[in-house]
């Protein structure tokens, strides 16, 4: 089929083309040079910061998520829609500006005395605040098409809330919590607007492996990107691309096994 | 499962309070900090010649991404929901891949793809295409990050109405081309819509696989978010602020139209 | 309509029940509006039409009759041009349209779930197959509102699909096809997605519709009561092939298999013979050939009686009885009757 092909030169050129040349890059001296580029006490502290920061985010987005979520779809309240239409604000707000509201807030003149710049809690905010899309429009939907009778049977079963909860919600929006999660957490770790300016950039404190990566670029001249830049990008690609695809293979067995 | 009034209560009010303080605050505290000098002073801000210039170099980046992402992405959506080839897996997986991608990433993959050292460098060089520190690189990082937009939305759609509408168009003797432009096009328009909104407020606000690829000069090869940035580095905070004010406003804009554009998808 | 067949159908008692093979058809299509020849059609490993043959008489109105994957879905569809078949040729008046896309077959198709275009209104959606032709915008007007009479619509032109019923959506559907003064009507399960009374209701009209305009139909059905009801001819598939061919009457009387036999009506096994229950006539006495069963329940349908009977083996098998039967004979459970057939059987074990 004719659109096929044409689509796939299409992505081949925008999408794959450059990755490829990044994962070229990052082996142009051997797996030798790639390990000791991506191990460097900057490179592995920046990693580990990335991964930790994202992993609490991720975890506190799905119990945050699920909870705005339930609250959209279960509650009724003056004003719902307009917190509805609010969630969406962080995708629709540049990164760079994100970074400005929180330097506004936990900069040196804080309104609320908070100091949090150049440190690593103000990553984790950042990173809370451009994520809060994704569980919340994953499990959304899930929620809305639940099945209410089940809940009821459970209820008349002699199930407690808890019960219920554990046990027939969140088997149901499991797989779209999963998807949810996997999004946020890629998101997260490769997130580098919303951060350039709060977290101080610290090599081994508060430099993220983004930042690390752009840190290599300015080091150079001209645009010239090293097996250093390249090698961590590629992990930071890896470590997405993994992620994206285990939480997903897991949300469709879960799904499957939910449709038997 | 019913929940007492109380737990309710208390539900909506962590909800509510979370939404507040993580977003509530910090844009309230932007708009205050942006109008204490008054109304005028922002208005100058957002109106020197490089915010006129940063403004129409982000419209023209912007609608060209736009414009190539609805082509080949309605293209993309049908090729895979219409075609029963095998390897789509990995085409889905290209689609998606961009959401993986970091934007500091993309940057450095257009480097190396089309700066001076990179694999088209010397040849782009020769015949005097300047695509890395220029316009057409800043559009490639955008078309990057806003792919898997408009594919995403039209193509749930397109599975959702089936092909029995566009068989029938056939059996009354339209031809594919008279059947996508009558049948199938109005029958996604609402979905393609909102990925087309996606793709634009996605393309607003990026950031750092084009601060990679330009070299933000004032007036010539900044974007409104190049700008936010300079302004702050430049010590000129209350510039940075209506720069700032001035994307969210786009982008409230954009979050209208995409809640509008929701309901009416979801009549369909 | 245009094009009024004057042609009396062909079809009536001298339809052949078996086709296969008959390629001499394809010279006589003058007056066979639709002839299929050799059809064989693959998805993967499923073989959905087998050696397929069927001819259908001008002005005929066809049912093609089958359980699902029976492939009878499968054989519209490629008399549409929807399907492209892997072998054989399907020749439209007269004319082989074998590897003529559907655009060019001068065919009109009505789906299951009607198809509707849904950002048009009624207006549009009928007005869709001229417009493509390039008719003038007044003729085009004049056509639809003419069409919208017939069909019962009149006064629904600004309506969107959204707002009509699905009797009336589907009832848009036909008027669309008929817009393009098709050679051939095909319907794919027309009434399949409508409750029971609307369905009855669309069966007698579209018989109405079909002796008026006199075009050659096939309409896909799943349901035999539909097929006797509203077709001259009936074609019974299974498995990707023709079981049997001809009126409803041969179909039902004289079934050319168990699978006819069961498909077509309600059956019962008495002595290992299948039966119709409403041929089954049940005494008090000991007749000739009678077998002697026990009555197990007696269920009142109005009109009809079913009676549920037990042989001396233990096999159930129920025999259908009118009220004034039932009162002459006073049945109660636990009876001892006699019952035997008062019709042939169709024999089981007969090679088919």
Redesign the interface.
């Given at each position: 089929m004719l659109g096929l092909g044409v689509g796939s030169l299409w992505l081949s050129i925008i999408v794959l083309l450059p990755i490829a040349a990044v994962a070229a890059k990052s082996l142009d001296g051997g797996f030798g040079a790639f390990w000791d580029a991506v191990t460097t006490p900057a490179a592995r502290s920046a990693l580990g910061l990335t991964l930790v920061a994202s992993a609490i985010v991720a975890l506190v987005s799905a119990v945050t998520g699920t909870l705005i979520a339930w609250v959209l779809v279960r509650d009724e309240f003056p004003g719902k829609r307009l917190v509805n239409a609010l969630i969406d604000l962080p995708f629709a707000i540049p990164t760079i500006v994100a970074s400005i509201v929180l330097l506004t807030l936990y900069g040196s003149d804080s309104p609320l005395g908070l100091h949090l710049i150049a440190t690593r809690p103000i990553i984790v905010i950042a990173l809370l605040f451009v994520t809060l899309p994704f569980v919340v429009r994953s499990v959304q939907p899930v929620l809305m098409e639940a099945d209410r009778e089940a809940e009821q049977a459970a209820a008349t079963l002699g199930a407690s809330n808890l019960t219920i909860f554990r046990r027939i919600i969140l088997p149901t929006i499991g797989p779209a919590l999963l998807s949810g999660i996997g999004l946020a957490f890629a998101r997260a770790i490769g997130e580098y607007g919303s951060v350039v300016l709060v977290d101080g950039n610290i090599p081994q404190k508060t430099q993220v492996t983004s930042q690390y990566i752009q840190g290599r670029l300015e080091s150079n001249q001209d645009g010239v990107v090293d097996v250093g830049a390249a090698a961590n990008s590629i992990v930071l690609l890896l470590i997405a691309v993994v992620v994206l695809l285990a939480l997903r293979i897991a949300a469709s067995r879960g799904s499957r096994h939910h449709a038997r | 499962?019913?929940?007492s009034r109380r737990?309710?209560l208390s539900?909506?009010t962590?909800?509510?309070a979370?939404?507040f303080v993580?977003?509530?605050?910090?844009?309230g505290?932007?708009l205050y900090?942006t109008f204490e000098h008054g109304a005028s002073a922002v208005i100058d801000s957002v109106t020197t010649p490089a915010a006129v210039s940063a403004f129409w170099l982000t419209i023209e980046i912007v609608t060209i991404a736009v414009v190539l992402n609805t082509v080949?992405g309605v293209?993309?959506a049908?090729?895979?929901v219409?075609?029963r080839?095998r390897g789509?897996s990995i085409?889905q997986v290209?689609?998606?891949?961009?959401?993986?991608?970091?934007?500091?990433?993309?940057?450095?993959?257009?480097?190396?793809?089309y700066?001076?050292?990179?694999?088209f460098g010397t040849w782009l060089a020769e015949h005097g295409i300047k695509v890395?520190?220029s316009v057409p690189g800043m559009v490639?990082a955008t078309?990057?990050v806003t792919?898997p937009f408009v594919v995403r939305e039209v193509e749930p759609v397109l599975r959702e109405i089936g092909t029995?509408?566009e068989?029938?168009?056939?059996?009354?003797?339209?031809?594919r081309w008279?059947t996508f432009w009558?049948?199938t096009l109005?029958?996604i328009?609402w979905g393609l819509a909102y990925g087309v909104i996606?793709t634009i407020?996605?393309a607003?606000?990026?950031?750092?696989g084009v601060?990679?690829?330009s070299q933000s000069k004032p007036g010539e090869s900044q974007t409104?978010?190049l700008l936010?940035?300079s302004r702050?580095d430049n010590l000129d905070e209350a510039g940075?602020?209506a720069a700032?004010t001035l994307?969210?406003v786009i982008?409230?804009v954009?979050?209208?139209i995409?809640?509008v554009l929701d309901r009416k998808k979801s009549n369909? | 309509m245009s094009d009024p067949v004057t042609t009396e159908p062909t079809g009536g008692d001298a339809a052949p029940t078996e086709i296969t093979g008959d390629t001499s058809l394809i010279a006589d299509a003058g007056s066979h509006a639709i002839v299929v020849t050799g059809l064989n059609k693959h998805y993967g490993d499923y073989h959905a039409l087998r050696d397929v043959d069927i001819t259908i008489p001008n002005g005929s109105l066809t049912a093609l009759l089958g359980p699902s994957g029976s492939g009878k879905s499968t054989l519209l569809r490629a008399i549409a041009g929807l399907e492209v078949p892997d072998e054989g040729t399907v020749v439209i008046g007269g004319e082989d349209v074998t590897f003529i896309p559907p655009q060019r077959r001068e065919i009109g198709f009505v789906f299951q779930h009607y198809a509707a275009f849904k950002h048009m209104n009624v207006r549009d959606n009928v007005g869709f197959g001229p417009s493509i032709r390039k008719q003038p915008k007044s003729e085009i007007r004049e056509r639809v509102d003419e069409l919208l009479e017939i069909v019962g619509l009149a006064g629904y032109q600004e309506r969107y699909p959204s707002q009509l019923s699905g009797g009336q959506r589907q009832r848009m559907a036909l008027a669309r096809a008929l817009a393009v003064q098709p050679k051939v009507l095909l319907l794919d399960e027309p009434f399949g997605a409508l409750d029971a009374k609307v369905r009855e209701d669309l069966r007698a009209w579209l018989r109405r519709l079909q002796a008026e305009t006199g075009v050659t139909t096939v309409l896909v059905t799943h349901d035999q009561e539909e097929a006797l009801d509203v077709a001259d001819h009936i074609a019974v598939l299974n498995a990707g092939a023709i079981e049997q061919w001809g009126t409803p009457r041969e179909v039902y009387e004289t079934p050319a298999n168990e699978f006819v036999m069961t498909f077509l009506g309600p059956t019962a096994t008495l002595e290992g013979k299948l039966v119709r229950p409403h041929d089954l006539v049940l005494s008090l006495e000991q007749i000739e050939d009678a077998v002697p069963v026990t009555v197990v329940r007696v269920v009142h349908l109005g009109f009809e009686v079913r009676v549920e009977l037990e042989d001396r083996d233990g096999n159930q098998l129920s025999a259908q009885t009118t009220r004034g039967e039932a009162a002459r004979l006073d049945l109660d459970v636990g009876q001892a009757v006699f019952v035997r057939t008062g019709h042939p059987p169709f024999p089981v074990d007969a090679p088919a």
């Open positions: - | 499962m019913r929940v737990a309710q539900l909506r962590l909800a509510l979370y939404l993580l977003l509530i605050i910090p844009l505290i932007i900090r080949f293209l993309l049908i090729a895979l219409r075609s080839v789509k085409i290209l689609v998606d891949l961009p959401f993986a991608v970091s934007p500091v990433v993309v940057g450095v993959s257009l480097l190396l793809v700066g001076n050292a990179g694999w890395i520190f490639l078309i990057f792919v029995e509408q068989e029938a168009a056939a059996t009354l003797g339209a031809s008279q009558r049948i109005p029958a328009r996606l407020a996605r607003l606000g990026e950031y750092g601060s990679l690829v409104l978010t936010v940035k702050y940075a602020y700032a994307l969210m982008a409230v954009a979050l209208i995409m809640t369909v | -």
